[in-house]
């Protein structure tokens, strides 16, 4: 009993564990009875696209004892091996250029458990601004937002009040120009409720939706320093992988307090 419900809470979470492609922390879960020879599905997604410098994270919402090796089981490719992933744990690995093309992982002791990781390197003529969402809720669920721009991105600093992310530019330039921002949904979400430039709202801007992305072009003069943008939702306070530790240990806490107090009432 106190496995299906540990079972059902896990797989509440398991929505927002596979909805964030694209983002700094790509999210893998492995699914709840996964262990099970029988079973057609066992990580989620199977198949991950991912840029250079995004780290995987592998999050175990089953009720036993995982692990991720890269390769296959005739072929371990020596980039990642992450040992005993214990229920509501997580590994997580960045990728780098050296790993660029197909990625092949599977679970050694349960080696019918496989996935692949298709890694692609940054646009071209794009920067990338790292690590965006560190500064709020727990920390571990950040972005890389890639841009196309004459001026670079010093910062990005997300507001969950406000549900805006406000990014400064630096950069000595002569003529306008465009600021071309892929927004990754779990950071900031359409639909937008406006773009500010140096804390005056513009209405000159465009979108277009991509799979798990908004891209957001925004036209910006010689002088501008900061780009603000205001969306429907922004990075969550507490991380899916995160969510689903805790729930795990809360639930976890529960039947160890009901099987003491049955020891104590016989």
């Known amino acids: 009993m106190y496995k299906i419900i540990i079972s059902f809470a896990v ?6 564990l596979v909805s964030s492609s694209f983002a700094d922390m790509v999210q893998i879960t492995i699914l709840t009875g996964s262990a099970d020879p029988h079973v057609s599905r066992t990580f989620s997604p199977p198949v991950t696209n991912a840029l250079v410098g995004d ?10 004892i995982h692990s991720v090796t890269s390769g296959t089981p005739n072929n371990q490719d020596g980039k990642f091996d992450s040992g005993p992933i214990e229920t509501g744990k997580y590994f997580s690995y960045t990728l780098t250029s050296a790993d660029v093309g197909i990625i092949n992982f599977y679970d050694k002791t349960y080696p019918w458990m496989t996935g692949v990781i ?3 390197a940054s646009q071209t003529g794009y920067k990338v601004k ?15 937002v890639q841009y196309s ?8 600093v997300i507001n969950p009040k406000d549900k805006s992310v406000t990014f400064t530019l630096v950069g000595k330039v002569n003529t306008p120009s465009n600021l071309i921002l892929d927004l990754p949904t779990g950071l900031v979400n359409a639909p937008f409720l406006g773009v500010w430039l140096d804390n005056v709202q513009t209405k000159n801007f465009t979108i277009e939706s991509q799979s798990g992305m908004n891209v957001v072009t925004i036209p910006i003069n010689p002088l501008t320093e900061q780009v603000s943008v205001v969306g429907s939702s922004v990075v969550p306070e507490f991380g899916p992988i995160v969510g ?3 729930v795990v240990s809360i639930i976890a806490s529960i039947v160890s307090a009901r099987f003491k107090l049955g020891h104590k009432l016989v």
């Open 244 to 246: 689903l530790v805790l």
């Open 118 to 120: 298709n890694v692609q």
């Open 55 to 64: 780290t995987i994270q592998w999050g175990n919402a089953d009720t036993v």
């Open 149 to 156: 721009s004459p001026k670079d991105i010093v910062s990005a």
């Open 11 to 16: 797989l509440v979470l398991l929505v927002p």
């Open 130 to 144: 790292n690590n965006v969402g560190a500064d709020v809720g727990d920390g571990k669920t950040t972005f890389n």
